[in-house]
């Protein structure tokens, strides 16, 4: 079946100025989302994922941030065009987004309901009545045990996995087509962040939304994602499905992601094997040159690769790995 | 491999009297570490694992008196630790060292490497000015950074070579047993396995004994020889590393274990996710602390708090039903 991408990023450049100059954070990136997938984005820390996020919500402080190329579109709607009222509008509605840390992205002096139900009042045309009824159901939806008695309770009285179903909630209480999830589990225990993957996954099927998933570690989105973007120092450095990524990468960059986590196993040995270390550290964006931004860290690294950004090479059925040394790997 | 245990923690209790609520109210308190006991041999690694608030961090502390344990004995080589007074702890500091989880927030903002290095040689007044100028040389090759970065602040570091420091600053006295307080959780995937493989050399090179804490599986299946799995204050399971992970017992672990995420569907256990959180310390539930959680749960496990029992070599475990 062919289907037309629900959000396509093409070419998107977003710039910092900073007192040492126009840093780059996001390079001519292009991304799209299909109608009920699920799509990691993965990275270190500073390699533009939650940029990403943010350039497709409208949320990057301007200035110092700008967005000086590309296109954003949702359902062929260049969001990078609308003015600041209409993205208001799309904002919450059409694309909803998740954040890392509930307790710093609820608003403490205000209860739960009504927090869920101003984002439901700004957007549908509904009585306060029906708003309050469409809050304790959404609260339902997600798991809250009596949510007619939470929808009086303020954000410090809830633990940390109900405050993440909160802005769950809040974030469905529209029926987005796209919810951006940016390491929505980062700051829970690993009991709540299967708790709360379960929610997702069943709320993405019953709801078709389509799922950007933001994480730096690798096992989640092997559990979560139909497809995987891995980013590097503002750049997409490999796509494809998740299980092409996982067992079959292709960039040397992708590799050493995979292979330096400690994954559980089965049996763990009576051997303790090193791990896999990738040298260095994340270059500074600031002084990036024109090549490819992991070769300092590359142990295939050649004098092409500092001179010339890498080609798009396609490896795989709707699987690209961007790098000068792909087929000598195999 | 020596056999003799290099720490002995037995019965260890750390409890928090609270503020009461009002004047005739009973003081609530907090169970933060409810008769935890375990022990480690030389050279090896002991794993705590558990949830945030199940009191790995604070039993980390005890064993160090960083905050005073309420009963209990500590034995590090034949010393309880207990039992010393403020100056002889002072000075039994230089054996027993500490990793933090956030080596930023742990690291003096105006200090630089070399003096932070430095600083336990200073307190403990070990060696001449000019021998503690050559040991942070040493440390700092030791931990893989340049003798020359000693004169710049911490901020200037990235936040592995920050790690690196504080690793540094607790090898420094020349410790034998280092306690590591989730050093890895605060820093990328990437530079994660740069930290465990630099705390697995180190060990192998010094003889050192860890106690390490962490709440992640993949990283204590990796690092550790030992385990003991904390719920609410209290070890539920114990065991070595292989027969944890072939052979768990208590439904808490198999729980922890089936919430993690992995990279082979595979295995993927069967185990439904645990529902509801952590019940507060301050009133646990009577009987088995676990049973509100617990899919197994009977009568019996409401009303009889279990012990830890062996029931397989070297595998014990706090379970009516195991």
Known sequence: MRQEPLLQVKGLCVDFSTKKGNVRVLNHLDLHLMPGEALGIVGESGCGKSMTALSIMQLIPVPPGNISAGQILLNDIDLLQLKEAQMQDIRGNEISMIFQEPMTSLNPVFTIGSQVSENIRRHQETTRAEAKEKTIQMLDAVGIPVPELRIHQYPHELSGGMRQRVMIAMALSCQPSVLIADEPTTALDVTIQAQIFDLLRQIQREMKTSVILITHDMSVIAEFADRVVVMYAGRKVEEGLVRDIIDNSRHPYTKGLINCVPFLKKDPGTERVELNEIPGVVPNMAQLGSGCSFAPRCDYVTDQCYEKTPPEVQVGKSHYAYCWHIEEDT | ?322
């Not at chain 2, 009002?22 to 609530?28: D, G, N, R, S, T």
């Not at chain 2, 090179?205 to 962490?214: D, K, M, R, V």
């Open chain 2, 1 to 322: 491999m020596n056999s003799q245990p290099s720490l002995k923690v037995e019965n260890l209790r750390t409890h928090f009297k609270l503020a009461r609520p009002h004047l005739f109210a009973k003081q609530p308190t907090v169970y933060a570490v409810d008769g935890v006991s375990f022990e480690i041999e030389q050279g090896r690694t002991f794993g705590l694992v558990g949830e945030s608030g199940c009191g790995k961090s604070t039993t980390a502390l005890s064993v160090l008196r960083l905050v005073e344990p309420t009963s209990g004995s500590v034995i590090l080589k034949g010393t309880d630790v207990c039992q010393l007074n403020q100056e002889e702890l002072r000075l039994y500091r230089r054996n027993m060292q500490i990793i933090f989880q956030d080596p930023y927030s742990s690291m003096n903002p105006r200090a630089t490497a070399g003096e932070i290095i430095r600083s336990p040689l200073k307190i403990l007044n070990i060696g001449t000015p000019q021998e503690q100028n050559e040991r942070v040389e040493e440390l700092l090759k030791l931990v893989g950074l340049r003798p020359e970065q000693r004169n710049l602040y911490p901020h200037q570091f990235s936040g592995g070579q920050r790690q690196r420091i504080c690793v540094a600053r607790a090898l420094a006295p020349n410790p034998d047993f280092i306690v590591c307080d989730e050093p890895v959780s605060a820093l990328d995937v990437a530079i994660q396995s740069q930290i465990l493989n630099l705390l697995v050399r180190l060990q192998r090179e010094f003889n050192l004994t860890y106690l390490f804490i962490s709440h992640d599986m993949a990283v204590v299946q990796h690092i550790c020889d030992d385990i003991a799995v904390m719920y609410l204050g209290k070890i539920v399971e114990k065991t070595d590393r292989r027969s944890l992970f072939m052979n768990v017992k208590h439904p808490y672990t198999k729980a922890l274990l089936a919430a993690v995420p992995t990279t082979d569907p595979k295995l993927k256990g069967s185990s439904a996710p645990l529902k509801g959180d952590v019940p507060s310390p301050i009133n646990p539930p009577a009987g088995c602390h676990f049973h509100s959680r617990c899919p197994l749960a009977e009568a019996r496990c409401v009303e009889e708090d279990p012990v830890l029992q062996e029931i397989l070599p070297n595998h014990w475990v706090a379970c009516h039903l195991a």
